[in-house]
Nanobody, 125 residues
């Protein structure tokens, strides 16, 4: 059974940084893409960043140049480094992984079959 556990969320001032972690278990981590989504109150869950098995990445326009997704296959963990945080980055952040291996970087919600419980990120002004 695939399990994803996020950590690293919290309260940070605008302009600050946070690093989120997503620990995965239950299958061969290195064979699957990983993604980060976020959901603000009253809004749809939206794609933030994704990384495929070979390290190719894809970002939402709103976070390009500020956020970096990475993975450590030896630790079965994916990361989201968030710099220059803005108030509009405030949301619950979810880690996700597809049910099947992909050669591309998935960025649609329906492409992801497993989700973590989420971690709250709050950016204050």
């Amino acid at each position: 059974q695939v399990q994803l556990v996020e950590s690293g969320g919290g309260l940070v001032q605008a302009g600050g940084s946070l690093r989120l972690s997503c620990a995965a278990s239950g299958r061969t981590f290195s064979s699957y893409a990983m993604g980060w989504f976020r959901q603000a109150p009253g809004q749809e869950r939206e794609f933030v960043a994704g990384i495929n098995w070979s390290g190719n990445t894809h970002y939402a326009d709103s976070v390009k140049g500020r956020f970096t997704i990475s993975r450590d296959n030896a630790k079965n963990t994916a990361y989201l480094q968030m710099n220059s945080l803005k108030r509009e980055d405030t949301a619950v952040y979810y880690c996700a992984t597809p049910a099947n291996p992909t050669g591309w970087v998935p960025f649609r919600k329906y492409e992801y079959g497993y989700w973590g419980q989420g971690t709250q990120v709050t950016v204050s002004s």
